[in-house]
C-alpha cells in the first residue's frame, strides 16, 4: 500500500512536505513567527521550500513570487499554495538566488530561511543537503545574497533573512553595512549548540532586538 504524504500544521494552513524538499523546521517558523505585511505588499519568497513562508504571506497580501533552485520544490510550493487556496496570488518560479526575477521587478519584502550550516565540500549532494548546506564556511548563498539583494528591493523595502550562529552572524551585519543597508538582529532562537537569528535589512533604524 502507498504510504500517505507526510503533513504539516502551522496555525490555519496544512503543507504536504514532498520528497526532496525541506521540512520546515525552527527557522522557518522563526521567520512564519514575524512576518508582518500590509496589504498590498509585493513579496519575494527566496528559496521557498514547500512554499510555507509564500502561503503565509499570500494569506496578507495579494502578490507572491516564490523562488527555489530545487525542482522539487517549485512543484511542492505549488501544490501547497493549491492545498491552502492562494494559487491565484502565488507564482513559483524556478532558478538560482535572483535569477528568475525579472527586469525591473522589486519587492516590498523579501524573506530568506537560507541555507547557513557550514559543511565540508561546496555543494550539498542532494537536494535537501543543498537546503542547509552553505559551504564550508556556511556563508556561500548568504554572501551571494547579501551582494545582490538591495537591487529587488523597493525604496522602503525590506529583507528577512535567517541565519545560525553557526555561520558568522556579525559578519552578514558587516556586510549590509558595506552596501549601505542597516541590518538588525530583530529576534534570537537558542537552539541546543546555535542560536539562529532573524535579521531584517531596512533603511530605516527602527528595530527592536527581543529574545524568545
Ligand atoms: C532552509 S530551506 C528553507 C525552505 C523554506 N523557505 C522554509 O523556510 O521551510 C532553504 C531553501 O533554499 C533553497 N535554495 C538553496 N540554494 C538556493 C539558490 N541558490 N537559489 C534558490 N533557492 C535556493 C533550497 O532548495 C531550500 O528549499
Known amino acids: 500500500m502507498k504510504s500517505q504524504p507526510k503533513k504539516i500544521h502551522f496555525g490555519r494552513h496544512t503543507f504536504v ?5 525541506y521540512e520546515p523546521s525552527e527557522d522557518s517558523f522563526l521567520i512564519a513567527r514575524n512576518l508582518s505585511l500590509t496589504n498590498g505588499e509585493r513579496v519575494l519568497d527566496m528559496g521557498t521550500g514547500c512554499g510555507i ?4 504571506a499570500a494569506e496578507k497580501v495579494n502578490e507572491v513570487i516564490a523562488v527555489d533552485v530545487n525542482p522539487y ?3 511542492c510550493a505549488g501544490k501547497n499554495a493549491e492545498l491552502n487556496d492562494v494559487a491565484v496570488k502565488v507564482e513559483v518560479r524556478e532558478g538560482n538566488l535572483f535569477s528568475p526575477v525579472r527586469d525591473g521587478e522589486k519587492f516590498d519584502l523579501i ?19 543543498k537546503a542547509w548546506s552553505g559551504g564550508e564556511t556556511g556563508r556561500t548563498v548568504i554572501d551571494r545574497f547579501i ?3 538591495s537591487e529587488y528591493l523597493t525604496e522602503k523595502g ?3 533573512l535567517v541565519q545560525s550562529t553557526f555561520s558568522d552572524v556579525d559578519r552578514t ?3 549590509f553595512s558595506k552596501r549601505g ?13 546555535e542560536s539562529i537569528m532573524l535579521i531584517e535589512v531596512t533603511p530605516q533604524n527602527t528595530i527592536k532586538r527581543e529574545l524568545v
Request: some cysteine; proline content about 4%.
Open 158 to 160: 525590506r529583507a528577512l
Open 147 to 149: 551582494d545582490e539583494v
Open 53 to 56: 513562508l509564500a502561503v503565509i
Open 17 to 21: 512536505i514532498c520528497d526532496e524538499v
Open 173 to 175: 551585519l558587516e556586510e
Open 181 to 193: 543597508l542597516i541590518a538588525k538582529i530583530i529576534v534570537e532562537k537558542k537552539l541546543f549548540f
Open 73 to 75: 520544490a517549485v512543484e
Open 111 to 129: 524573506l530568506f530561511n537560507a541555507p547557513y550550516l557550514p559543511v565540508e565540500g561546496d555543494e550539498g549532494k542532494n537536494w535537501i543537503e
